[in-house]
């Protein structure tokens, strides 16, 4: 099991840019795929990014592409996510999820994500 803490959620206008944060804490960090998902009022909670053990594979949601980044850092047990050119669609609930995956066959899959943090509200409005 692993304890999931984001950071870095706010208020920002179209446009602009947040980086998202997500500690971890618990078993050995490299095992894990991690992704960031989000849920907007009324509706369900989608993978937006996804990064496997050593970071060399991402995948991104088709709404994001060239205006987000995951990256993690392993020395530190963190995944990042960046956002740039935000727009008002992008307000959600943002959501770090992790899922046991040292093989590196896991992570691509939205449904073996069963770790989740506790989330932080991203806002975009002007």
């Known amino acids: 099991q692993v304890v999931l803490v984001e950071s870095g959620g706010g208020l920002v206008q179209p446009g602009g840019s947040l980086r998202l944060s997500c500690a971890a804490s618990?078993?050995?960090?490299?095992?894990?795929?991690l992704a960031w998902f989000r849920q907007a009022p009324g509706k369900e909670r989608t993978i937006v990014a996804a990064?496997?053990?050593?970071?060399?594979?991402?995948y991104y949601a088709d709404s994001v592409k060239g205006r987000f980044t995951i990256s993690r850092d392993n020395a530190k047990d963190t995944v990042f996510l960046q956002m740039d050119s935000l727009e008002p669609e992008d307000s959600a609930v943002y959501y770090c999820a992790a899922t046991w995956d040292p093989a590196g066959r896991r992570w691509q899959y939205p449904p073996a994500y069963t770790n989740w943090g506790q989330g932080t509200q991203v806002t975009v409005s002007s």
């Open positions: 618990g078993r050995t960090f490299i095992n894990y795929g």
């Open positions: 990064i496997n053990s050593y970071g060399e594979g991402t």
